[in-house]
C-alpha cells in the first residue's frame, strides 16, 4: 500500500529499465554501463554480452505500451474533432 500511496523508492535506473521492457515487447535486457573495451588502434578486447529475458508475454507488453503512449486517436472527420 505504502508504493501506491508514493511512499517507495524507485531509482531512474529500475524506472527506465521497467518501461523499455515494455516497449521491448517483454523482453528484459539488463542495463550494461560497459559496452566494450577497446585499445587505441581499435582492437577489441572485451565485448559485453547482452543478456535478454523475456519476462512478461508480448501479447501483454504490446498493449501495456500502447496504453501508456497517451498517443491521441487521430481525428478524422469534424464530427470526431467537436466530441472532443
Given amino acids: 500500500m505504502a508504493l501506491a500511496l508514493g511512499g517507495g523508492e524507485v531509482t ?3 524506472l527506465t529499465t521497467a518501461y523499455a521492457m515494455l516497449a521491448n515487447g517483454g523482453e528484459l535486457i539488463p542495463p550494461r554501463f560497459i559496452l566494450d573495451i577497446t585499445t587505441v588502434g581499435g582492437e577489441v578486447l572485451y565485448t559485453a554480452p ?8 508480448e501479447r501483454v507488453a504490446w498493449p501495456l505500451s500502447d496504453i501508456l503512449s497517451d498517443n491521441p486517436k487521430p481525428v478524422t472527420s469534424l464530427l470526431d474533432a467537436t466530441a472532443c
Fill in 12 to 14: 531512474l535506473l529500475e
Fill in 50 to 57: 547482452p543478456r535478454p529475458q523475456q519476462v512478461l508475454d
